[in-house]
């Protein structure tokens, strides 16, 4: 079993950047596969990028590709999504989970954390 914390979340402008952190509880976070999702107001959860157990494979939705980046720290259980060029369309809560094996899918992740808001004004 695995607990996340996300952390990181603010109010930025258009064009800034911002690093969500999710800490995870556990001897085991090597073993999961991580993701962030976001969910703006009114909208579905969707997918916004995966990491790997070891961190040699990466996926990121379209939206997103090419201005955030997803990364893990295994001797620390960490993940992170560094976000540039910020948008305000990428205004969310956004979600850190886990599961194990990569998957763009939410309903195939078990676990999750708390969320952290991100608002990107314009």
């Known amino acids: 079993q695995v607990q996340l914390v996300e952390s990181g979340g603010g109010l930025v402008q258009a064009g800034g950047s911002l690093r969500l952190s999710c800490a995870a509880s556990?001897?085991?976070?090597?073993?999961?596969?991580m993701g962030w999702f976001r969910q703006a107001p009114g909208k579905e959860r969707e997918f916004v990028a995966a990491?790997?157990?070891?961190?040699?494979?990466?996926s990121y939705a379209d939206s997103v590709k090419g201005r955030f980046t997803i990364s893990r720290d295994n001797a620390k259980n960490m993940v992170y999504l560094q976000m540039n060029s910020l948008k305000p369309e990428d205004t969310a809560v956004y979600y850190c989970?886990?599961?194990?094996?990569?998957?763009?899918?939410?309903?195939?992740?078990?676990?999750w954390g708390q969320g952290t808001q991100v608002t990107v004004s314009s």
């Open positions: 556990g001897r085991t976070f090597r073993n999961y596969a």
């Open positions: 990491i790997s157990e070891s961190g040699g494979s990466t």
């Open positions: 989970a886990a599961k194990y094996g990569v998957s763009t899918l939410s309903y195939e992740y078990g676990y």
